[in-house]
């Protein structure tokens, strides 16, 4: 599979949460985990598409420690996330839209980038943005 066959997955993911995010969570080019965003179902402000699929797998895996996953998102990780994400190791990130499209789209964020989350820990990730950008705009029209 490529990387936009992993982010349309997000895609589709994303249309079954509370809000147009999903998640997909990706190691050796397989699919180990896939989430949405239940804030409200769960009634659990951090019930993100990330939170729920890293919360998923290292529940199942019975280990904190994700470096060697990939994790795509239909949208950039908030702080929240982003930081998770720097907890977990997480060794990538590729998004669909950024915190500043999001915001342009009034879509509630804090306006801190996961790249500035990033560079003021101690891991290195790497941050990719803008894959499937035009499709993943569509899930907020």
């Given amino acids: 599979m490529t990387a936009e066959d992993f ?11 509370d809000a147009p995010y999903g998640a997909v969570i990706v190691k050796d080019n397989e699919i180990v985990a896939i989430a949405h965003n239940t804030v409200q179902q769960n009634s659990d402000p951090s019930a993100h598409a990330e939170m729920n699929a890293i919360r998923k ?38 998004c669909a839209i950024s915190i500043e499209d999001l915001i342009r789209l009034n879509q509630s964020q804090i306006d801190i980038s996961c790249d500035e989350v990033i560079a003021r820990s101690f891991r290195d990730i790497k941050v990719t943005k803008g894959l499937l950008k035009e499709e993943c705009l569509e899930l907020f029209k």
Avoid: F, H
């Fill in 7 to 17: 982010m349309r997955i997000a895609l589709e993911e994303a249309k079954k949460g």
């Fill in 57 to 94: 797998l290292t529940s199942q895996i019975k280990n904190p420690s994700l470096a060697g996953y990939i994790i795509y998102t239909t949208g950039e990780p908030c702080p929240m996330c982003a930081t998770v994400c720097v907890w977990a190791g997480i060794s990538e990130i590729i």
